[in-house]
């Protein structure tokens, strides 16, 4: 049974820094993409970025591209990223999902995590 964990979600201050992890377990996890996405209360589910089996990042949304890193590590079968700069508006739960074709829309990924949540005070 396919899974992803996320954590490390939390809450923190405008500027500071938060890692999340998205732990695999029930899939070939160096054959999938895995894409972090966001939700805010009363919002739609927005992607962050994506991370290629290869280890080329697709970012979803422009805001976050100087701020966040992501990094997978196949023999952990997980994957981090990293938030710096944090920002009030980054506010939301985060999820991770696993796709197994290249970094695609939202709606065509095949396992979501449960989500952790990022709150960011002013």
């Known amino acids: 049974q396919a899974q992803l964990v996320e954590s490390g979600g939390g809450l923190v201050q405008s500027g500071d820094s938060l890692r999340l992890t998205c732990i695999a377990s029930g899939f070939t996890f160096g054959f999938y993409n895995i894409g972090w996405f966001r939700q805010a209360p009363g919002k739609d589910r927005e992607g962050v970025l994506c991370?290629?089996?290869?280890?080329?990042?697709?970012f979803y949304e422009d805001s976050v591209e100087r701020r966040f890193t992501v990094s997978r590590d196949h023999g952990k079968r997980t994957v981090y990223l990293e938030m710096n700069n944090l920002k009030p508006e980054d506010t939301a739960r985060y999820f991770c999902?696993?796709?197994?074709?290249?970094?695609?829309?939202?709606?065509?990924?095949?396992?979501w995590g449960q989500g952790t949540q990022v709150t960011v005070s002013s």
């Open positions: 999902a696993g796709v197994d074709s290249t970094c695609p829309s939202l709606r065509l990924y095949d396992y």
């Open positions: 991370i290629k089996n290869s280890g080329e990042t697709t």
